[in-house]
Nanobody, 113 residues
C-alpha cells in the first residue's frame, strides 16, 4: 500500500487548505482511511477518520472546522480544513487504518497568526 499526500502549505489564521491523499495497492473502497497530525514535540494524534460506509469521526479540536471525505473512484481521501488556527500547525499524515497500518509521508501545514 502506498499513500501520497499533498496540499499542505502556509496559510494565515482563519484561512483554508485542502489535503489530498492518493492511495494505491489496496481495495480502497473497503479501507478505513484517516488523517493524523504531529506538532513539534508532541505525539501524533488522530484528526479524522472515514469508514468504508462513509461514516466519519473527528477529534474534538477540529469538529465543525475540518471535513474528511473520500472518492472511491479516484482512490483518494481528502481533508478540507477551514477556520484554521495556529494550533493546527503540524505535519499531517494520511493513514490506512487496519492491520497493518500504512502511513503516508506527511505534509506540512503551517498556520500563521
Amino acid at each position: 500500500v502506498q499513500l501520497q499526500a499533498s496540499g499542505g502549505g502556509l496559510v494565515q489564521a482563519g484561512g483554508s487548505l485542502r489535503l489530498s491523499c492518493a492511495a494505491s495497492g489496496s481495495i480502497f473502497r473497503f479501507d478505513v482511511m484517516g488523517w493524523y497530525r504531529q506538532a513539534p514535540g508532541k505525539q501524533r494524534d488522530m484528526v479524522a477518520k472515514i469508514y468504508a460506509d462513509g461514516s466519519k469521526s473527528y477529534a474534538d479540536s477540529v469538529q465543525g472546522r475540518f471535513t474528511i471525505s473520500r472518492d472511491n473512484a479516484k482512490n483518494t481521501v481528502y481533508l478540507q480544513m477551514n477556520s484554521l488556527k495556529p494550533e493546527d500547525t503540524a505535519v499531517y499524515y494520511c493513514v490506512r487504518i487496519g492491520q497493518p497500518i500504512y502511513w503516508g509521508q506527511g505534509t506540512q501545514v503551517t498556520v500563521s497568526s
